[in-house]
């Protein structure tokens, strides 16, 4: 009988332990979010038959391909891009809302990340820092930590800090991004005093400068870009020390002799090199995805954007450069494979913006187009406010879109704010570049619920934006160079990949919003979403649903 009741003993215990294990590995061992500054969904799709089959075409072929998903706010930068993926919400919650907004307070512009309170690490006589304290809620790496009692490690990594922080969000194990005068990877003091060994060492080897003796050249025939425009354009801008934009680019001859040193390598696909060089390092070093706990690791190339506002989407050095990045992704996946294991991990890859066509190219193919000149549209909207109220200084700054009073001389001449507001917004709907105005007030107590009007409310949050902002039409930019920050699909269409540990294979076009990124990550983990989040899981991408 004894020996009957210890069997069945052993049984059960085995069974509990089967049990346990099972329920250890419901999750992937790793996540690893790749976001691609600037990156338009048709992309995938235009270079597709220039790709190899281990890069962007593995993604798309073994994994599930969401090709319909929108940004559902404006501005679209880089900061508040990278913020909404891993938040879940936007602006108007996490209150990212821009790289730069104006400080009431301080009377002057700040960065999203600076923080006077702690000190960059890894750069010598450094008198600032950076920290993600600007994030108001948390995001999807917070309750990854939270989810694990700490237990899992969570990293970002960047050539810009601000993606490099954002993501990683507030209780991260590290954010790390590069040094554009010493070509090193650096952090700051909120997260660590000094850089890991491991960090060191890679700095040592000096990979920055070997990437720099490299010339850029197209890595294929030019004959093999036939969806790009001539390579020597009227367009494009220019390197400074290079008379024309065309290959090849020797880096080391157009390198500044004063820093920033690397500013030419950031704006290279060598970025991209540099960068994937180092997420394969941290992979190994910092033994991601080998714990009982899912670590994440963020990874953002930014080397796209830089390329993409010098010379723009229908480039041969925009074609090129996401060649060489396919390249990466696939020694990226490639590195996943023998250090987590095939099956051990999923990926997520978007973009944290897409990108505006040169406006002068549209005007001459014929497309309405056009530049907005935001110096000149402030001294006349100066002028406006000056003859309604008499002469003053009644507006402090223009920024994103966004008129900013000076409330403290509106309040001292008793002026009233909302009908200054509308005052404003009543003139500025009157210009030709501008197809849509609204006030802070109509922003903060008005509930907008489609098209430009619902992406300009959730861009919005009211201690930090202005108090009227405008909307231009479809083609008009502040530059005479392409660029990003409108509502309009070529800013706000992004690619969406999953792959991996619980994805499915196929693909669908059934809209989403980049906010909906955060909850099927919660979800594939089994975590608590993000303390603000709006958005829903996407069910057709999990292989069982959760």
Not at 51 to 80: H, I, S, W
Not at 205 to 228: F, Q, R
Request: net charge neutral; with cysteine; glycine share 6%.
């Amino acid at each position: 009988m004894n020996e009957r009741i210890k069997m069945i003993s052993v049984i059960l215990l085995l069974f509990c332990l089967t049990k346990i294990e099972a329920q250890q590995h419901k999750s992937p061992k790793l996540v690893v979010g790749i976001v691609i500054d600037q990156m338009r969904a048709e992309y995938l799709n235009r270079f597709y038959d220039q790709f190899g089959d281990q890069g962007f075409k593995r993604l798309m072929n073994e994994g599930f391909n969401c090709r319909n998903v929108y940004y559902n706010y404006v501005p679209t930068v880089t900061a508040a891009g990278h913020t909404s993926i891993y938040a879940g919400t936007t602006p108007c919650s996490h209150g990212i809302i821009a790289n730069e907004w104006y400080n009431r307070q301080l009377k002057r512009s700040i960065y999203c990340v600076d923080d006077t309170s702690e000190r960059m690490v890894g750069v010598e006589g450094s008198k600032k820092g950076s920290s993600p304290r600007n994030l108001l809620c948390t995001n999807l790496s917070d309750e990854l930590k939270i989810s694990t009692n700490q237990k899992a490690k969570v990293i970002g990594i960047s050539l810009k800090d601000r993606a490099a922080i954002l993501p990683a969000g507030h209780m991260a194990n590290g954010a790390y991004w590069l040094d554009l005068k010493s070509g090193n990877f650096v952090t700051s003091t909120f997260y660590m005093k000094k850089l890991p060994d491991w960090v060191i060492a890679f700095n040592n080897e000096k990979k920055a400068n070997s990437y720099l003796d490299n010339p850029w050249t197209l890595l294929l025939p030019e004959s093999a870009y036939p969806l790009s425009i001539a390579d020597d354009n009227k367009y494009e801008g220019y390197w400074k020390g290079k008379d024309k934009p065309v290959f090849p680019y020797n880096l080391k001859e157009l390198a500044p002799q004063n820093p920033p040193y690397f500013e030419v390598l950031y704006a290279s696909p060598f970025g991209n090199s540099l960068l994937t060089d180092f997420a394969i390092e941290t992979l190994k070093k910092e033994e991601l995805g080998k714990g009982t706990y899912p670590d994440l690791l963020a990874i953002s190339y930014s080397s796209t954007d830089a390329v993409g506002h010098k010379f723009g989407p229908l480039s041969k050095e925009i074609n090129d450069i996401y060649l060489r990045l396919d390249q990466d992704i696939a020694r990226l996946l490639s590195a996943l494979d023998e250090l987590v294991g095939k099956g051990n991990y999923a990926v997520f890859l978007t973009a944290d913006h897409g990108m505006s066509e040169n406006p002068q190219y549209l005007i001459d193919q014929k497309v309405p187009a056009g530049t907005i000149d935001n110096t000149a549209l402030t001294k006349e909207a100066s002028q406006f406010m000056n003859k309604l109220y008499g002469n003053g200084e009644w507006i402090e700054f223009l920024i994103n879109g966004q008129f900013y009073f000076n409330r403290e001389l509106m309040k001292e001449k008793k002026i009233n704010i909302t009908e200054a507001q509308n005052q404003l917004a009543s003139f500025l709907r009157d210009k030709d570049a501008i197809s849509h105005v609204y006030t802070a007030t109509q922003l903060y107590e008005q509930e907008f619920t489609r098209d430009i009007s619902l992406l300009v409310q959730n861009g919005f949050y009211y201690k930090r934006s202005g108090d009227v902002a405008f909307v231009t039409e479809p083609g008009w930019t502040d530059v005479n160079t392409a660029t990003h920050g409108a509502g309009y699909n070529y800013d706000t269409h992004v690619p969406l990949l999953w792959f991996g540990f619980g994805i499915c294979k196929g693909e669908s076009f059934s809209r989403y919003n980049i906010t909906d990124i955060a909850p099927s990550v919660s979800a594939l983990l089994s975590i608590k979403l993000p303390s603000d989040s709006k958005g829903n899981p996407i069910k057709e991408i999990f292989s069982e649903q959760p």
